[in-house]
């Protein structure tokens, strides 16, 4: 991830093999795999907006939060900008 002064939230997988990051000024849903350290998008397609959709179809605008579920399945984001808590699936984006 970029060095920047915006803060990112994170999330840690319920095993420990995951980190997801909401990419604040990025706009995208971030995933960090902790052995190798590598990064993908998981969801966002880098441009602010208001977009539902799966990978980089969805759109958001200063994701600040995110939260993961008890069985690792899904991510639930707080779309600062967008008003809205969003949930993305791990295993689609």
Known sequence: LPATSVFYAVAASPDGSAVFVADFSGHEIRRVEV??????????????GTADG???AAEFKNPCGIAISSDASALF???H???KIR???????
């Open 87 to 93: 949930r993305v699936e791990v295993a689609t984006g």
């Open 77 to 79: 984001v707080a779309d």
């Open 54 to 56: 799966v990978g980089d």
């Open 35 to 48: 052995a190798s350290g590598a990064v993908t998008t998981l969801a966002g397609s880098g441009t602010e």
């Open 81 to 83: 900008e967008n008003h």
